[in-house]
Each structure stands twice: as structure tokens, then as C-alpha cells.
């Protein structure tokens, strides 16, 4: 009995140990695929592949990871009215900070008016046009794009949305199965700790994959793109940093009493991970699994993270906004508030459904240009050398305000644990990098109680609220 209390502990040690490094070599491989791209700029843009790679591995499990969460949340709700309002209150918060963005990228872009003195050349109009998506769809077919061609084609149309759906619908079939449906939640709760498991597996490539997005990104843009365009993207960067930390921060404070440094600290890995990629679907299985050891419920994480991957872009707003104003000051064709506003309008609704993946925020700005304001799309080639470094920032604005969402919606559901989020922020309540998941078999001093409660039919959040 003593021998095995004993080394328990020190199994687990080495486990979070290792993790730490992990993240270390992360930050060496985007140090050196800078120096890459710079020194051996040819070389580094034959690297795309690798990070193309391991993005596309942790893309493998998001499918998987938010149908099991999703199911789990709702099939341990006892009434479906709980979750129809977690989803009218989500999108609701989106709608209205899309609005924000879009305003506060409004206002600094015509404050700066960086595209003017640019000049617009055949070879940027080509760039321009290319970036046109032939098979863009419109509101209609993106709103009969949710539904999938069979259940089981929701898993494989990498569409979230899709995902979701059967998810939803699953849940709530379960749900409404009573006592029957729990042999099925308990066989879907091991199988999303094996796919986090394999999660966990699969991230030890991330200093890999770093290494090769970073390189090819500083190989194919260079220095003489961030010089002549700096001004766009510094200021990009400026107003993003102003609306998470100031607009982000005021409502996390107001609303929930936290400090966002201090969620974003909990968040640091994610955030790192999503710098060296590029994209904020990187992080999106690990959300998840962080919202819920935050103390968040299952509901309201399995319907927020999810649907704000599509519909709370904020990033991407203010990068619209902003390159929006760019395009037109540099084609010498300045557009008024009046003709401002209905073009964003427009993008705010061209923007939902855009994946978090590098270049979707580009895609779908030429693609809203071309419905809305064809002129304009000749100049989309001067912002096709920095997209890649403004999609940074696009992705980690993104990133932090679901988070942020999540907390937010948990808090005004009453679906979040308050003691157990200043315990896990505190560092009482470590996350479990080896699993990704809470271990309900010992552990920290509540485990023992919340482990009677699952084996109740997995109705563990129900209690906690």
C-alpha cells in the first residue's frame, strides 16, 4: 500500500516535467525557424510542409474531442431549456463583439489611414485576385453547408459546424433517453479520454511543427515586406492588443472578477502553441479541456468554444476593418463613414463559418470584396506579404476571446465553479498535462466526491451548479 502512494507521486512528476520542456523547445524551434527563414529564405519556404503537418494532426481530433464534450455536457443536463439558453446567450455575445471589433477597427484605421502613398501595380492586382476563393459560398448555401451528408461525414468535411450539429442532436437524444442513455455517455466519456490522450501524444511534435510554419513564414515574406507595410501591422497589432486587454479585460473583471492576466497566464501553452502556428485551431482541443478543469460546465463549454471558432472572430474583425480602409486609401479611392459601414456589415456576415486556420482571414476578405465592392479587390495583393504575421494576431485575438466568452457565459449561466477557478488560477489545481483531463480517481482533496457523482450518469456539472 505504502509502495504504491509512493511512487504514484513520483510517476507524475516527471510527466509535468517533461511538458515544461516541451513548451522550452517550442520557443528555441520558432527562434530558429526565424533564423531560417531569414539566413536561407528558399530553403525555410520547403519547410511549409512540417508545421502544414502537425496542424493538420491536431485538426484530426477536433471533430472527435467537441463531439464527446458536447454530448457529455448536454446528456447530463436534465432539462434541454438549459442548453437553448447557453446557445441564445453565446450568440447573442458574439453578435454584439463582432460589433465592437468592427467598430474599434473602424476607428483606428481611419485615425492611422496607413495605405496612403501606396501604389498599386499589375503584379499587385494579380496577387489580389488570386486570393479569390472560386468556390466561396454564399449565406444560403453556408446555412445548408451545416447540415452533413451522413452523420457519419460530419467527422471528415473538417467542418465544426457540422460537427456540432450531430452533436447537439445526439445530446439531446440522449438526454431524453433517461437511465437508458447512460451506458452510452459512459462509453463516449472514455472514448474522449482516449482521444485526449492521443492529443497528448501528438503535441510532442509541436517544436517540430513550430519550427517549419515559422521558418516558411519568415522565408516566403521577408524583411522588405515588414518594412514597407509596417505601419499596417503594427497597428493591427496595437488595436488588438488595446481591444483584448482593455474591452476583453474590463468585461472579465466586471462581469466574473477576474484578472485576465491571470487567465491568460492558465492559457500561456495554448497561446504559444497558436504563435508558432499560426492558427487557432491548434488550440482548440486544449480549450476545451482547460475550460472545463477551470470549473466551467460541460454545456457551456461544449456549446461556446465550438461555435465561437465560427462565430466569434475577432480578430478577424479588426483585421477586416483595418485592411478594409487600407486597400481603399491605397488605391487612392478613400471610402466615407457612409460607405464604410455597409461594406463591414457585409463582412461581419461574410465572416461567420470562417475557419481558424492561416489564410482564412484573407480568403474571406477577398472573397467579401468581390460580392460587395469588386474594385477594391486589386489592392488585397499589398497586404498578401504580411498576412501571414497579421494572422498571428488574428488567431490569438480569436483565441482569447472565446476564452474569455467561455468564462463570461459560464458566469452569467451560473454554470461555473468560482472556488475551483481561483484554485486553478491560484496553481492548487494543476492541469493534468498527461491526460488533459481531471482524473477522477484520486488527485486533488474534491476529486473523491466528484468521483461518486460522476459514476451517476456523468451528472458531475449538474451538481456543481
Known sequence: MTSAADTAPAARQPKRDRTHYLYIAVIIAVAAGIAVGLAAPDFAVGLKPIGTGFVALIKMMISPIIFCTIVLGIGSVRKAAKVGAVGGIALGYFMVMSLVALGIGLVVGNILEPGTGLAVTDAVKDAGHAQIDSEAKDTTEFLLGIIPTTIVSAFTNESVLQTLLIALLAGFALQGMGSAGQPILRGIEHIQRL??????????????????????????????????????????????????????????????????????????????????TSSSESALPRLIAKMEHLGVSKPVVGITVPTGYSFNLDGTMIYMTMASLFIADAMGTPMSIGEQIPLLLFLLVASKGAAGVTGAGLATLAGGLQSHKPAMVDGIGLIVGIDRFMSEARALTNFAGNAVATVLIGTWTKEIDKDRVHQVLAGSLPFDEKTLLDDHHGGPAEDPAEAGVAEQGGEKELAKA
Open 195 to 276: 482521444v485526449f490522450r492521443i492529443l497528448a501524444m501528438v503535441m510532442w511534435a509541436a517544436p517540430i511543427g513550430a519550427f517549419g510554419a515559422i521558418a516558411a513564414v519568415t522565408g516566403s515574406a521577408g524583411l522588405e515586406a515588414l518594412k514597407s507595410l509596417a505601419v499596417l501591422m503594427l497597428g493591427f497589432y496595437v488595436t488588438c492588443f488595446l481591444f483584448v486587454f482593455i474591452v476583453l479585460g474590463a468585461l472579465l473583471r466586471a462581469i466574473s472578477g477576474l484578472n485576465i492576466f491571470s487567465l491568460f497566464k492558465y492559457l500561456g501553452r495554448e497561446f504559444l502553441l497558436i504563435l508558432s
